[in-house]
């Protein structure tokens, strides 16, 4: 078992940056890739980003790739997401996942969310 809390959600304006912190307990946390998650009003959960358990390879969904930075430190259990020229349509909660594979497809593991409100 693996237990996920994330933080850090909050009201922004359009072009601020925020950071998103997720720590892990339970399981061993760097076993893991682990991956950014987000579902906006009326939508379906979206993938954002995703790490390896190693932290040496991310990738991106195409509607954030060039403002995201997702980052591990496996040392303090922890899972980031920087993000950075926010937009409006960043807007939604955001949970983090403990993975199955690193596709994203399958997750094992899910926080409980932290709201993001992206005003214009």
């Known amino acids: 078992q693996v237990q996920l809390v994330e933080s850090g959600g909050r009201l922004v304006q359009a072009g601020d940056s925020l950071r998103l912190s997720c720590v892990a307990s339970?399981?061993?946390?760097?076993?893991?890739?682990m991956g950014w998650f987000r579902q906006a009003p009326g939508k379906e959960r979206e993938f954002v980003a995703a790490?390896?358990?190693?932290?040496?390879?991310?990738r991106y969904a195409a509607s954030v790739k060039g403002r995201f930075t997702i980052s591990r430190d496996n040392a303090k259990n922890t899972v980031s997401l920087q993000m950075n020229s926010l937009k409006p349509e960043d807007t939604g909660i955001y949970y983090c996942?403990?993975?199955?594979?690193?596709?994203?497809?399958?997750?094992?593991?899910w926080g409980q969310g932290t709201q993001v409100t992206v005003s214009s």
């Open positions: 790490i390896t358990w190693t932290g040496w390879s991310t």
């Open positions: 996942g403990a993975l199955r594979d690193y596709s994203g497809s399958v997750v094992d593991y």
């Open positions: 339970g399981r061993t946390f760097s076993n893991y890739h």
